[in-house]
């Protein structure tokens, strides 16, 4: 059975930081798309960040939604089954429920509807 699990996320003062963490079990994770997505309340789900596999000269390639591009920053650890989401320079605007998604493929949709596996989602709340 396929499964993401996250953690972190809480609440922070703006400008302060916070890192999220998604692992995934069930397959090997390693060179699947996988990335963030984020929702606010009485708004759609939205991409935040991706991370994906482009060859073993080139290793993994990123994208960023503008919104957070210069202050959230993701990655993965060696093994490429737990991809982190470091988020500097937190905005109100940031708060949300933020999801861990993955699906096979050269890259991560940006669309929601699109995505295989999501993660149980954690509240990120930062206070103005």
């Known amino acids: 059975q396929v499964e993401l699990v996250q953690s972190g996320g809480g609440l922070v003062q703006a400008g302060g930081s916070l890192r999220l963490s998604c692992t995934g079990s069930g397959r090997t994770f390693s060179s699947i798309p996988m990335g963030w997505f984020r929702q606010a309340p009485g708004k759609e789900r939205e991409f935040v960040a991706q991370?994906?596999?482009?060859?073993?000269?080139?290793?993994?390639?990123?994208g960023y939604a503008n919104s957070v591009k210069g202050r959230f920053t993701i990655s993965r650890d060696s093994a490429g089954n737990t991809v982190y989401l470091q988020m500097n320079g937190l905005k109100s605007e940031d708060t949300a429920v933020y999801y861990c998604?993955?699906?096979?493929?050269?890259?991560?949709?940006?669309?929601?509807?699109?995505?295989?596996?999501w993660g149980q989602g954690t509240q990120v709340t930062v206070s103005s």
């Open positions: 998604a993955a699906k096979p493929g050269a890259a991560l949709p940006t669309g929601p509807k699109y995505i295989d596996y």
């Open positions: 991370i994906y596999w482009t060859g073993h000269t080139t290793g993994y390639a990123t």
